[in-house]
């Protein structure tokens, strides 16, 4: 039996090219929020190493740069919230590819990720020791990065109607 030609054109139902186009441009979103809180998170902890006047800045109140280093040390209250906003985005995004093509990797990355990323942020061995946290965290979010691509590459194959 000869191969089948791949056609990777739009389908002519325009109901599943729009569902496909929406979806693709919810995991675009999702990827870029994912690898900025995957850089977020690999970033601060460096900053707060690696720059000893930004340490220095949390207890001296003269310094230039206390606001900042104030600011960075409260918004580390809020990162359960980002974690949650960008595992539930990585979530929504590939059960819903996942209804369409049925690929199991993407769902299977959003959730580690997104566990990863909550035990970052929540977990006591993670808020203790800055090294857990961070390992948790950046590997948390690229995990997230991959499930959007993953679902993108995976909504692509079922537009052309590629079997898994």
Excluded at 69 to 98: D, K, N, P, Q
Excluded at 146 to 154: R, S
């Amino acid at each position: 039996m000869p191969p089948r030609a791949v056609n990777f054109s739009l389908p002519d139902d325009p109901d599943r090219a729009a569902a496909a186009a929406a979806n693709g441009r919810f995991d675009r979103l999702g990827a870029l929020v994912s690898a900025l809180c995957a850089l977020h998170c690999l970033v601060v902890p460096l900053a707060f190493a690696a720059v000893p006047s930004l340490t220095l800045a949390l207890y001296a109140w003269s310094h230039p740069a206390h606001g900042i280093a104030i600011a960075l040390l409260y918004a580390a209250r809020y990162e359960w919230l980002a974690a949650s906003l960008a595992a539930g985005m990585a979530l929504s995004s590939t059960f819903r590819g996942w209804l369409r093509h049925r690929a199991a990797r993407p769902i299977a990355c959003a959730l580690g990720g997104g566990a990863l990323l909550l035990c970052a942020a929540l977990s006591p061995l993670a808020q203790r020791d800055g090294s857990w946290h961070a390992l948790f965290a950046v590997t948390g979010g690229l995990c997230l990065v991959a499930a959007h691509l993953l679902n993108l590459w995976a909504t692509r194959r079922w537009i052309a109607g590629i079997a898994r």
